[in-house]
């Protein structure tokens, strides 16, 4: 390489990191400064952020290929030159005809280093030219003040930068220039150090003060580089000697010096804003929580917290992919905006968690209107990859004084509220009471005491018995998870299932009662119940492990009981994630010899196809439908629906929280297989058989007692 070459920078582009690094080796010692990016999207970004003179990239790519990304490039980059590489130049080039006119040079592959660094020479070259003769401005071209108190110079600096900028006004004093920049603003301020009313660096000063948005030039008379870094250190984008500015430096100082400011200013904006929504971010959303509680407290206001969740989003965004999870993400962030006033703040704070900050609050019952107003926007319809889907949200609404005066306090207030939400049945909203520290201390404390229990063997499990309403006997028992505690207490289920699932402890917990149900049915067939089977309920968290199987194998295999007498029962959203996985699970599952039941069924997304899809043995009905019975005229239509429903689908049919005779009687008449619920047992730990052979004789006689047994 000559001494007097100047270092070029270049963007390659090249799915290949190996190709990558050989490129960046071989061109570095040639005098090129090269900038790798492996994929399309990668070199896009890039290119938002930094001008390159030269931007050499493969045809063939995954994604986006070269021709298409160079579409892309163009408006960001007018001035690069662009080169291609390529494997068959022949093809890709007859495939290139509507791009052609955008490519200045091709290579073919294997590239030689010789003629590759003559080629990017010429490249740069091309570029250089474009940047300094050009017959009309650019599209982007920036607007320019001048402040310029000589006017030989004020016009010289004039007929420079014409040719590169969309508006150039001149000004002789400081004065006049702030007086202008009130009424409307410039892309770039280039400003004579020495001027009537201001000298030296207090001209910088005064400038940022009212114009930080534009990039600042400052010219002086010498070469002076204590002066020139100072202004860089006050936020000044370069500066100019006059005696040595020529066309080309001028022209090439402006046009860096605005890509600087507006890089700076899009890395400004991406640090404080959600890439993906556009909304707030977390540092945003606390900045803006911070001054509006001054003002709270100023004006003796209230204002509010929401934290809101999309329900189930994970099960959407495995099953349908990622683009359809970004896609519903930006649709529930213009949903919230639209759900609430201008002012008011909405940011995306996590993966599927927003915030929503409301000031001015009219009236007490104002986060009350707009949480309810959040859940039924949230809920119409979505169209992602021609399936309509109807997504639900989770609220927790957290007010200003009553649930915290700090930030932090009303964050962890409305996140509390989120997760009540969440634990009563999701598609609602919870507001924050009390002292909300106290409820996350003892959402730590309650951590800790379950990373315990497990190994204090303070788990236990209660069943409670099914019933075959033709046969009249118990063929079978779920079992649910209880918490004894060292002082006798029992914890109810509702406090700390959700803590076991947001920690994941559920995995070992649920391991757990695999073994346990499995031993126990296995004392029960020693009494003589032989045909008797248990029923487990699986988390989805269990169910995305790669270890279920393994686990469920084990808990078999320490019992010995045969597999049939082990039913496995799934949520409708865990079926609906459709994915590869859950297929295989399943299928896998069911190759065991296991029987699986869908849980709560009619409370989650209800599609026939999930049914018809996957291989489930049982289905069962929602308490909430057998509550409906004789309620309201409506005499359990649905459930009666739900049972004929699984029946011509070859299912069993379960009906959960049979309470009265008249539930009962009704199920019997739509020739329900089995039932549950306190009508008959609340569950319990001690049942035997003699306890079973009572539920028959008191609540179905006359009929014949009938434990499952052979015989």
């Not at 970004?326 to 962030?333: G, I, P, Q, R």
Request: glycine residues 6%.
């Amino acid at each position: 390489m000559a001494d007097n070459q100047t270092t070029v920078k270049v963007l390659f582009i090249d799915d290949d990191a190996g190709i990558r690094r050989a490129f960046s080796r071989v061109m570095a010692t040639r005098g090129f400064e090269t900038e790798c990016a492996g994929t399309g999207i990668e070199a896009v970004h890039m290119a938002e952020l930094c001008a390159y003179p030269v931007i050499v990239t493969d045809l063939r790519m995954p994604g986006m290929d070269g021709l298409s990304l160079i579409e892309r490039l163009r408006p960001l980059q007018p001035h690069a030159a662009y080169v291609v590489i390529t494997g068959m130049p022949d093809l890709d080039l007859n495939r290139a005809n509507a791009t052609a006119n955008q490519i200045d040079a091709v290579l073919s592959k294997p590239w030689n280093a010789d003629e590759l660094e003559e080629v990017l020479r010429r490249a740069a070259t091309l570029y250089h030219q474009r940047c300094g003769v050009t017959d009309a401005a650019p599209e982007d071209a920036p607007t320019v003040l001048v402040i310029e108190d000589n006017p030989t110079d004020a016009e010289t600096i004039r007929a420079m930068l014409d040719p590169v900028a969309s508006e150039i006004v001149l000004t002789e004093r400081l004065a006049e220039a702030l007086q202008l920049m009130r009424g409307r603003t410039f892309d770039a301020v280039l400003a004579d150090l020495s001027l009537p009313d201001a000298r030296g660096l207090d001209v910088v000063v005064r400038l940022r003060m009212l114009a930080p948005d534009a990039a600042i030039v400052i010219l002086g008379g010498l070469d002076d580089e204590d002066v020139a870094l100072r202004g860089v250190q006050m936020g000044v984008q370069d500066y100019l000697s006059k005696r040595t500015m020529d066309a080309r430096s001028l022209r090439r100082t402006l046009r860096y010096s605005v890509e600087r400011k507006r890089a700076e200013q899009r890395l400004a904006y991406l640090a404080r804003h959600d890439q993906l929504t556009g909304l707030a971010n977390r540092t945003t959303f606390l900045e803006k929580l911070t001054s509006a509680l001054a003002r709270a407290r100023r004006q003796a206001q209230p204002l509010a917290v929401l934290f809101v969740d999309v329900d189930r989003f994970k099960a959407i965004n495995d099953s349908l992919g990622h683009e359809a999870g970004d896609l519903l993400l930006k649709t529930v962030s213009e949903r919230l905006q639209a759900s609430v006033r201008e002012y008011d703040t909405v940011a995306r704070i996590g993966g599927d968690e927003f915030a929503v900050l409301l000031e001015d609050l009219a009236s007490p019952g104002g986060p009350t209107e707009v949480s309810q107003r959040i859940l039924t926007a949230l809920t119409a319809p979505i169209v992602v990859n021609d399936i309509e889907l109807v997504m639900t949200g989770s609220v927790g609404v957290a007010i200003h004084p009553q649930a915290g005066d700090t930030s932090e306090r009303l964050m962890k207030a409305a996140d509390s509220a989120l997760h009540s939400a969440k634990a009563k049945g999701r598609n609602n909203f919870q507001m924050a009471v009390g002292d909300d520290d106290a409820d996350a201390t003892k959402r730590i404390r309650l951590t800790a005491e379950l990373r315990h229990a497990l190994k204090a063997k303070q788990f236990l499990l209660f069943y409670q018995p099914q019933i075959d309403i033709r046969a009249n006997k118990v063929i079978g028992l779920e079992a649910l998870l209880r918490w004894k505690k060292s002082d006798g207490r029992l914890v109810s289920p509702l406090e700390f299932i959700p803590i076991l699932e947001d920690t994941g402890l559920i995995i070992d917990v649920g391991a757990w009662v695999l073994e346990e149900a499995c031993q126990q049915l296995k004392r029960w067939r020693a009494e003589g119940m032989d045909k008797l089977r248990v029923a487990v309920n699986l988390s989805a968290k269990q169910f995305e492990t790669d270890g279920l199987i393994k686990v469920v194998q084990n808990a078999l295999d320490l019992s010995g009981i045969e597999p049939d007498g082990l039913e496995l029962e799934i949520t409708e959203s865990l079926l609906m994630q459709d994915t590869s996985h859950t297929n295989q699970t399943l299928e896998a599952l069911k190759a065991m010899g296991l029987r699986i039941a869908v849980d709560d069924f009619g409370t989650g997304y209800s599609s026939l196809a999930y049914l018809e899809r996957f291989r489930v043995d049982v289905l069962k009905v929602d308490r909430s439908f057998i509550n409906a019975i004789n309620v309201n005229g409506r005499k359990g239509s649905v459930a009666g629906a739900i049972v004929g429903l699984g029946h011509r689908l070859g299912l069993e049919v379960v009906a959960e929280g049979v309470e009265t005779k008249d539930q009962l009687h009704h199920l019997q008449a739509n020739d329900c297989d089995m039932v549950q619920g306190f009508y008959f047992a609340k569950p319990t730990d001690n049942w035997v058989r003699a306890s079973m052979e009572d539920i028959i004789t008191r609540l179905l006689p006359p009929a014949p007692l009938k434990v499952a047994a052979e015989g």
